[in-house]
């Protein structure tokens, strides 16, 4: 380009730009008067939104002359298109909005979503955790009809169950299968029409850990199923069903206990459901009951 040499001349094209620059500029006074081909830069008033460009200073004279000092380049600043007061055209300046983000209410926000899961997890798992309903037999009640005078002698029994309901939500319960039976001393009287044999005792018997099980007969619930509400413990009274032949062997038991306590047991199961599980076949506890006529 005419007025440039090789050595300045990647000045010039920086010296054509600025004066392009300066002609979109509003007018501002020279920091000093020109002398004598000596550089003088133009000042354009800071703006707090502006862009920020870089301007070489424009020379008067030979630029042959300028000093090495002259030649680096001054910063100013461009007003942004929107900035009010100002003459610089929309089409040459950008405005740049940057979206703040808070750290610290980033990290409140996290903890406290991270906390609310945590606690309604828990909840939820404390709540609506299955747990397996406890039933066992409370307490046993049997009754002559008649004196024990001979084996056509009829027995009743009732039997007060317990139905622990540990969870909360309410649990239906069907299909009980409880069943009482009697545990003689060696040597006790069977009769024939206990153990259905004339010649052995024992035919009655079942074995239950190494000892002679007989059994008396098993308690119903008059409706069959029922329902237990939630956290609730409720007690229910089933009615022993005998067929003639435990009766028989009640009355037997019956007369034994009038010389000595007698021991009993019960065992079984009953089904159990609830909105959350069916838990299906529940076992009964077994427990051991000392009968006193």
Known sequence: KPGCDKVQARFCKCRESSLMSQSLLPEAAPSQPAQNGVPVTTGVPASSRGAAVRASPLYLGDPNSRSVEADLPQYVSLPAANNPGSDYGSDHGFDYYVIPRDPQSRETCMFSTGTFTIILSFLLLFFLLPRVPEVYLDTVTIELAQAPSNDSAATTGSGEVTFKNRNYVPVMWSDANLHLYWLPYDGQTITASCSGSNDDADAACADHDGFCSISLGKFVYQTGSFKTNSRVTAKKTFQLEQTEQQQACAVN?????????????????????????????????????????
């Open 253 to 293: 038991m019956y007369d034994a206990a009038i010389n000595a306590d007698q021991y009993l047991y019960s065992g079984g199961s009953v089904k159990a459901k609830a909105p959350i599980r069916n838990f299906g076949k529940v076992g009964i506890d077994e427990t051991d009951y000392v009968f006193q006529a």
